[in-house]
């Protein structure tokens, strides 16, 4: 039974651990911003004290035992606590894109190895072909042989050539395995070579192009959420500098002799660490802000040179099988010729190969086309969505 690559993605983009990983650090970044909200409401501790020594020249002092409350309240910080809260919303914002392009990384990953393992398949399919021919030819020199034996050395090219072919069909079954073993994390189930589809097979790339246009930059999760992480650092300099500056509280205190509300201020005048922390997320912006335009600039030529692959790779496969077709006609008339002497086994041998490499530039064309529509989709995040619209 065939399992289409859609099929795979559709269930791996839901519940992969990678992906309820990322969906967990979302709800991690939703608590950091009810977190730093908080940092507005008062703070009541519970205290109390047991004197286990003590000498006493009162002697009305006889309680060794005082419990007693604590609050506090920021009244005013210059912005830090606003900025923190800032902070943290772009950090939920960073999360929550993240969700959405670690699912395109994942569906990527997994398209990658099943159409790895799909290429390979396909190979083998064109090699055990030209295994079969050289089974053909070989029984044929067998009974020539018999009656001629001057052709016996053409056997021991037409068997040297056999296995060559067989060498070439055992390495592309060993890339087959490992691309189906390592596909087989992503499944409930081991997938076999005959249950490999072409996924773009109804595609060509002019309709793929036109059936999921390129988003514009600022809907690409990749984008958004480095520029969320630019806006979280931005915050983060502003929450910096403003916690170098005085701090008032509301305080309060309360035990059985004592009662006590008043207003504090808190300013470190001297603090070496806060201010070569100021100069760090400083450097941190920098930093950001050249990862955006990377970011931007490796999405759009990610892009470009995907939609070009695709166009080239299809003009090749269309190439290629006209030569195939041609190539048939001409294989057919060597071994025609072949059996008269007319050819000799060389050139029949020859014509055995040319046609498996004109095969195998067709495949290689195929495959680099399929790679470029999934490189494509990713590069628009659209992967996750194809998966779902298309069959």
Do not use: C
Not at 152 to 170: D, F, Q
């Amino acid at each position: 039974m065939a399992t289409p690559l859609q099929d795979i993605l559709q269930v791996a983009l839901s519940h992969d651990p990678v992906v309820l990983a990322a969906k967990a650090q979302e709800l991690e970044a939703q608590s950091g911003v009810k977190m730093a909200t908080a940092e507005h409401y008062p703070v009541v501790a519970l205290n109390a004290e047991q004197d286990f020594m003590r000498k006493e020249y009162d002697e009305d002092a006889k309680r060794t035992f005082t419990p007693g409350l604590n609050g506090k309240m920021n009244l005013f910080a210059w912005g830090a606590i606003e900025a923190q809260r800032d902070k943290a919303k772009a950090e939920e914002q960073y999360y929550h894109q993240r969700v959405y392009a670690t699912q395109e990384d994942l569906g990527f990953d997994i398209g990658q190895l099943y159409l790895s393992a799909l290429s390979a398949k396909e190979a083998i399919d064109i090699y055990q072909e030209s295994l079969a021919w050289h089974h053909k030819i070989l029984g044929e020199l067998s009974i020539i042989a018999t009656h001629d034996i001057g052709r016996r050395s053409e056997m021991v090219e037409a068997e040297a050539r056999k296995l060559s072919v067989e060498t070439t069909l055992y390495q592309f079954r060993r890339s087959l395995n490992l691309a189906l073993s390592q596909l087989a994390k992503y499944t409930n189930t081991r997938i076999h070579a005959g249950d490999l589809t072409d996924p773009f097979t109804h595609w060509q790339a002019q309709k793929l192009i036109a059936a999921y246009q390129a988003l514009a930059m600022e809907h690409n999760p990749s984008y958004l959420a480095q520029e969320a992480e630019l806006s979280s650092v931005r915050s983060a300099l502003a929450a910096e500098k403003a916690s170098r500056k005085p701090s008032i509280n509301l305080m309060g205190a309360v035990d059985r002799d004592n009662k006590q509300i008043y207003v504090n201020l808190s300013w470190n005048v001297f603090d070496q660490v806060g201010r070569h922390s100021v100069d760090r997320s400083s450097h941190r912006l920098i930093s950001a802000e050249r990862r955006m335009e990377q970011v931007s600039r490796d999405l759009a030529e990610v892009k470009r040179t995907a939609q070009e692959d695709m166009l080239q790779s299809e003009a090749v496969s269309v190439v290629a099988s006209r030569q195939i077709e041609a190539k048939r006609e001409v294989l057919r008339a060597y071994e025609l010729q072949f059996k008269i002497a007319r050819r000799s086994l060389i050139d029949l041998l020859d014509a055995y190969s040319e046609l498996s490499n004109i095969a195998m530039t067709k495949q290689t064309a195929q495959n680099n086309f399929r790679l470029a529509a999934l490189t494509y989709l990713k590069s628009n995040a659209q992967l996750a969505q194809w998966a779902t619209q298309s069959k």
